[in-house]
């Protein structure tokens, strides 16, 4: 979501900063939603700064059941084209596929611990569709496929799409939450800006895409 979107109807964008809650379109002294500072911009020609009048346009900030329910649709997907890209690869191989009651945890665990090609192409195949899943979808564009269909974007604190180089560090930092049992993405149910711990080392925020 450009700063464009968040903007009044018929003022121009000035790229202030923006809270889950507020946008702040055109900088000034003081945030009127939140109280939290805001940049002042120095005038040209080397004028003194003077503060401008601070204008809001307020945001929703995306609940937990909608966030995880995008969450489950983006890693259908990406399941779904992995597991396909991998079958093609061992019928074209002539590797022997397992069964469904072959397949599970300990299956993975053992290929990858053996080092089996066919495990660790499909592991890396995984984590390299996820990462250009969400860097490109998620960081260039601002909204997965799941957060498409639920009306949800991804903004950085300007107010625009968070840009490759800080969806990497999301990315990362969202592998590091599901690492941890999923407890980073937890931390959203609890705070005040439904923020998950990706969201807040990130500097992201995910809100409802109101149009």
């Known amino acids: 979501m450009s700063i464009n979107k968040l903007a009044a109807r018929g003022q121009p964008s000035q790229n202030g900063r923006v809270t889950s809650y507020a946008a702040v379109v055109e900088t000034g002294i003081q945030s009127e939603s939140t109280g939290t500072a805001v940049p002042v911009r120095a005038a040209s020609n080397g004028a003194k700064m003077h503060s401008r009048e601070t204008q ?23 399941l779904a084209v992995s597991v396909a890209v991998t079958i093609s690869a061992a019928l074209v191989l002539g590797v022997h596929l397992p069964t469904a009651k072959e397949f599970g945890a300990d299956f ?8 089996n090609p066919m495990a660790a192409g499909a592991f890396g195949l995984l984590f390299g569709l996820s990462a250009l899943y969400q860097i490109y979808l998620g960081g ?19 107010g625009e799409a968070p840009g490759p180089l800080v969806a990497c560090v999301r990315f990362l930092v969202m592998v590091l939450s599901l690492a941890l049992a999923g407890l980073g993405f937890l931390w959203c149910i609890f705070d005040r800006e439904r923020r998950a711990l990706h969201d807040h080392l990130s500097g992201t925020y995910v809100i409802l895409d109101e149009r």
Not at 56 to 77: E, H, M, N, Q, Y
Not at 141 to 155: A, D, S
């Open 140 to 158: 260039v564009l601002g909204q997965t496929l799941g957060k498409r269909l639920l009306g949800m974007r991804v903004i950085s604190s300007r």
């Open 56 to 78: 809001v346009v307020r945001v929703r900030a995306a609940g937990f059941p909608r966030r995880i329910l995008a969450s489950l649709i983006d890693l259908a997907l990406i």
């Open 108 to 115: 993975v665990m053992a290929g990858l611990l053996d080092r």
